[in-house]
């Protein structure tokens, strides 16, 4: 057997395996165990105390390029406020494409629910200052907003009668990429004393573990994988939202699916170290004979 050709293998059929490792469980769902760990449920936990009588501020801090691991987050997030009939105050922060991201979330999200514009959520849109934004929020959040993201105008919308400072507001969640989320902790958390959640990409999660052993956040959802851990709350707490999962077209964007495709495709790379490694060893070993 000639070792060296093995070794020396063209990639595209590394990108090949790869490839149809990937797309069998979009194609067939595998259903890998998803154990959710102890921040998401403090999240999930915290959700459950709520109901029509409060109102939460969800921030889109990321745009198009952080969508795939964050648009399963924000989905179970959303679907979970709104079958709690939790008055939702949707904006963004970040600049780059984080208003679109929540319009499509919110169109994709909200025909689920039997939900009325302007008194059980808005969208109040992107606003431009970052910290500064944030702290004027804490004297008047309709003066921050004073037009939603269509430019319709917020006095008058029954949800701002209860949103009118962080006074009003029982959490925030910010869906992050980059360092807006530190800023909910490190201002309108330490400073106000508003519970923040975080729902970062995996890659910024070892960051925001620290804000998160300090104190000052109260959960983390890290990456596709804690967006899996809340979705598998969701589902199994409500069977309605269960249900909605299982549709072909949900199933394939589910983080759930995200995940079986992400540990196939790791385990085939690992294969694929060991086995160039197992390949080179016995070149050595017949190299010294």
Avoid at 164 to 187: F, H, K, P
Wanted: aromatic content about 10%.
């Amino acid at each position: 057997m000639d070792l060296k050709k093995l070794l020396f293998i063209d990639r595209r059929w590394i990108y090949l395996v790869v490839a149809i490792g990937a797309l069998i469980p979009i194609i067939k769902p595998i259903g890998l165990p998803v154990v959710p760990t102890e921040p998401v449920k403090k999240l999930y936990d915290f959700v459950e105390k709520l109901g029509p009588d409060n109102s939460v501020i969800v921030s889109f801090d990321y745009g198009p390029s952080s969508e795939p691991e964050l648009n399963p987050m924000a989905e179970a997030i959303l679907r979970h406020l709104f079958e709690r009939k939790v008055k939702v105050l949707v904006m963004a922060l970040f600049p780059l494409g984080g208003n679109e991201v929540a319009k499509k979330e919110l169109a994709r999200v909200g025909t689920e629910f039997d939900l009325k514009y302007g008194v059980d959520y808005v969208n109040l849109g992107y606003k431009d200052g970052g910290q500064a934004a944030m702290k004027r929020m804490a004297v008047s959040i309709p003066e921050v907003f004073p037009n939603d993201a269509e430019g319709l105008t917020t006095q008058g919308m029954l949800i701002m009668e209860h949103a009118r400072n962080y006074g009003d507001i029982a959490l925030v969640i910010s869906l992050a990429t980059g360092v807006i989320g530190e800023w909910w902790a490190n201002l309108v958390n330490a400073q106000f004393g508003i519970p923040v959640a975080v729902g970062c990409t995996a890659v910024s999660a070892p960051k925001y573990y620290a804000y998160l052993k300090a104190g000052q956040m109260m959960s983390l959802l890290g990456g596709l994988k804690g967006a899996s851990e809340y979705e598998k709350l969701v589902k199994d707490g409500y069977p309605r939202i269960g249900a909605v999962y299982e549709r072909p077209e949900e199933r394939k964007v589910s983080a759930t699916t995200g995940m079986d495709v992400q540990s196939i495709v790791h385990v085939i790379i690992i294969a694929f170290i060991i086995f160039g490694n197992v390949i080179y060893f016995m070149m050595m070993r017949q190299g010294g004979k």
